[in-house]
């Protein structure tokens, strides 16, 4: 069974940074490419970023292109979200995806952690 | 990157069939057949239940269908059951070498 477990969310003030994790298990971690999709309250999804199963070619959505660092380290079966700079409209719950077996889609998804952006 | 446009709600009465369009640019959902759909009960994470327009992940009830025409692609629920009662967006590779998901339907069982 595929596991996705995220962690590291918390209340931050504009500007700070803070790293977000994704423990994953039940597959062959490194096979995968993966993803961060978040979600604001209330409000759609938002597609963030994707990295590559060798940590190669990590791309972003413009929206945080330039402040948030997408990692993984497959030794630990582990995928990050390094987030610098933060605004009060990145405020959300972020979640962790796996890329689909099958085809093109996010096929295992985690429950997600909550980032607060607030004075 | 512009979201592709979903209608904010639709609903219908059990055993109904509906469809929910997702309507992108040539750049997104025309360009390429890398359309998934997700479906988002309250509270919960989404769950992929077609992905390249139209095929179906193991374990997904048949009555989810998934078609492209154009730059509009769909998702059609057939014999609508209140479990399907839930948040559906789709989602488009794009030609910026990112995903882009659409704004979201609500649909809701009568």
């Known amino acids: 069974e595929v596991i996705l477990v995220e962690s590291g969310g918390d209340l931050v003030q504009p500007g700070g940074s803070l790293r977000l994790s994704c423990a994953a298990s039940?597959?062959?971690?490194?096979?995968?490419?993966m993803h961060w999709v978040r979600q604001a309250p209330g409000k759609g999804l938002e597609y963030l970023s994707s990295i590559l199963g060798d940590g190669g070619s990590p791309v972003y959505a413009n929206s945080v292109k330039g402040r948030f660092t997408i990692s993984r380290d497959n030794s630990k079966n582990t995928l990050y979200l390094q987030m610098d700079s933060l605004r009060a409209e990145d405020m959300a719950v972020y979640y962790c995806?796996?890329?689909?077996?099958?085809?093109?889609?996010?096929?295992?998804w985690g429950q997600g952690t909550l980032v607060t952006v607030s004075s | 990157q512009s979201a592709p446009t979903q209608p904010a709600s639709v609903s219908g009465s059990p055993g109904q069939s509906i469809t929910l369009p997702c309507t992108g640019t040539?750049?997104?959902?025309?360009?390429?057949?890398?359309v998934s759909w997700y479906q988002q009960p309250p509270g919960k994470a989404p769950k992929v239940v077609i992905f390249d327009v139209g095929q179906r992940p193991s374990g997904v009830s048949n009555r989810f269908s998934g078609s492209k025409s154009g730059n509009t692609a769909s998702l059609t629920i057939s014999g609508l059951q209140a479990e399907d009662e839930a948040d559906y967006y789709c989602?488009?590779?794009?030609?910026?070498?990112?995903?882009?998901f659409g704004t979201g339907t609500k649909v809701t069982v009568l």
């Open positions: 039940g597959f062959i971690f490194s096979n995968y490419p």
């Open positions: 989602c488009s590779w794009t030609s910026s070498g990112t995903y882009v």
């Open positions: 040539s750049s997104d959902v025309g360009g390429y057949n890398f």
């Open positions: 995806a796996r890329d689909g077996s099958s085809g093109w889609n996010f096929d295992s």
